[in-house]
């Protein structure tokens, strides 16, 4: 199946600071990436949808201006989340639509193995 | 309001026992997925459901999609502390739209 890496997969800042991750697809291109965010033993929670060449779609309540988000290319898109503060900590994981494997005619969405990030 | 209702939200049973995990929309969907995540990584695919009433069997694992397709479930026969995990549900509008994601279901598998 297709893959999808995420980068770094943890990182600890300061508060006030600001944190970039990144979402690659490494072996097929992904004009649409999604970003979610999760916190302990919850569900995802969808934070916008990258569109890659176009501004990305942001979820209600989601602040564009804190979480800015990046579609640079077809394997690629960043989420940076800035003046963080410690209410931003959570696990932040990103997905890329691909043709399935098993339906041929049915895109599966492949997700990354996240990013904890921890502001202190 | 939650488009996906995933129940139960936690569930913890013997090795050996059987369990159904439900996952219960008012919406249609045209194709809902399962997952299943472990801690600190990101959720892997476990099936896709796309027409109404297909069954799908993956070992231990049956999965159910409604003849309406606004309705899954997940049954475990036998279950293993292996099998201990976030199991999640989602369903998609269109075919590359975006996910809505059920609340999750807490699977703990007591040896």
């Known amino acids: 199946g297709a893959v999808v890496s995420q980068h770094p997969s943890w990182v600890i800042c300061k508060s006030g600071t600001s944190v970039k991750i990144e979402c690659r697809s490494l072996?097929?291109?992904?004009?649409?990436m999604f970003w979610y965010r999760q916190f302990p033993k919850q569900s995802l929670m969808l934070m916008a949808t990258?569109?890659?060449?176009?501004?990305?779609?942001?979820e209600q309540g989601v602040e564009k201006d804190k979480f800015l988000i990046n579609h640079a290319s077809l394997t690629l898109s960043t989420l940076t989340v800035t003046s963080a503060h410690p209410e931003d900590s959570s696990f932040y994981i990103c997905?890329?639509?691909?043709?399935?494997?098993?339906?041929?005619?049915?895109?599966?969405?492949?997700f990354g193995p996240g990013t904890r990030l921890t502001v202190t | 309001t939650q488009l996906l209702e995933q129940s139960p939200q936690f569930l913890s049973i013997q090795e050996g026992e059987n369990l159904t995990v439900y996952c219960n929309s008012s919406?249609?969907?045209?194709?809902l997925q399962w997952y299943r995540q472990e801690p600190g990584e990101g959720p892997v695919l476990l099936v896709t459901?796309?027409?109404?009433?297909e069954v799908k069997k993956l070992k231990r694992l049956t999965f159910q999609f409604g003849d309406a397709r606004k309705d899954s479930s997940l049954h475990i026969t036998a279950a293993q502390p292996g099998d201990t995990g976030l199991y999640l549900c989602?369903?998609?509008?269109?075919?590359?739209?975006?996910?809505?994601f059920g609340d999750g279901t807490t699977l703990t598998v007591k040896p």
């Open positions: 997905s890329a639509p691909a043709w399935g494997s098993a339906h041929r005619a049915l895109y599966e969405q492949y």
């Open positions: 459901v796309v027409t109404g009433g």
């Open positions: 919406s249609v969907f045209s194709s």
């Open positions: 072996d097929f291109q992904a004009t649409t």
């Open positions: 990258s569109n890659e060449g176009s501004k990305a779609t942001y």
């Open positions: 989602a369903g998609r509008r269109t075919n590359a739209g975006k996910s809505t």
